[in-house]
T-cell receptor, first 113, second 112 residues
Framework: NAGVMQNPRHLVRRRGQEARLRCSPM?????VYWYRQLPEEGLKFMVY????????ESGMPKERFSAEFPKEGPSILRIQQVVRGDSAAYFC???????????FGEGSRLTVL | GESVGLHLPTLSVQEGDNSIINCAYS??????FIWYKQESGKGPQFIID?????DKRQGQRVTVLLNKTVKHLSLQIAATQPGDSAVYFC???????????FGGGTRLMVKP
């Protein structure tokens, strides 16, 4: 049973470009979470999604950031017009239900030049 | 707002000794608590969890203690090994959802 799969593992973008990060949850999991981690810091919640629904986006910046989890395919975290401050590791996690342990992917590390 | 914090940013222990990592949380509504281990360049890995109706839970070489009165959580690692070197995070959630709030992390360094 494959774990949470994230790609790309590393992404380099220039300021003003778009970044798309993908996450495939564990098989049987219908809940996806995105977290952001700056170096030497903890993980900060961004958004919680179920299939075709955003449940909680209280941690998402109001501009440039969006997330989706379509009926088919992976969850996508999209960052438009990236700035240097967007450089971070973005982790996706999934769970089989609304409570309990989250299973994390290996993260996508975004570097903005 | 809710916050979860740790007392010690770095903990250095001798191989074979026991390690204790502490965590304070502020939200009284928190009822689920997890410890994660994160090795360099990897995602957080589940270690052990505990619900608010318990005050102690043991796993293999690890024990989590919960003191709801003072909102304090600790992770004890017995006979610490070099492979235990990592950053350890506590995280909490409540019945309002599965959203976990993470603490800032403690780096555990094991000296051979």
């Amino acid at each position: 049973n494959a774990g949470v799969m994230q790609n790309p593992r590393h992404l380099v973008r220039r300021r003003g470009q778009e970044a798309r990060l993908r996450c495939s949850p564990m098989k049987g999991h219908s809940h996806v979470y995105w977290y952001r981690q700056l170096p030497e810091e903890g993980l900060k919640f961004m958004v919680y999604l179920q299939k075709e629904n955003i449940i909680d986006e209280s941690g998402m910046p109001k501009e440039r950031f969006s997330a989706e989890f379509p009926k088919e395919g992976p969850s996508i975290l999209r960052i438009q017009q990236v700035v240097r401050g967007d450089s971070a590791a973005y982790f996706c996690a999934s769970s089989p239900a609304g409570t309990g342990e989250l299973f994390f992917g290996e993260g996508s590390r975004l570097t903005v030049l | 707002g809710e916050s979860v914090g740790l007392h010690l940013p770095t903990l250095s222990v001798q191989e074979g000794d026991n390690s204790i990592i502490n965590c304070a949380y502020s939200n009284s509504a928190s009822d689920y608590f997890i410890w994660y281990k994160q090795e360099s360049g990897k995602g957080p890995q589940f270690i052990i969890d505990i619900r608010s109706n318990m005050d102690k839970r043991q796993g293999q070489r690890v024990t989590v203690l919960l003191n709801k009165t003072v909102k304090h959580l600790s992770l004890q690692i017995a006979a610490t090994q070099p492979g235990d070197s990592a950053v350890y995070f506590c995280a909490t959630s409540n019945n309002a959802g599965n959203m976990l709030t993470f603490g800032g992390g403690t780096r555990l360094m094991v000296k051979p």
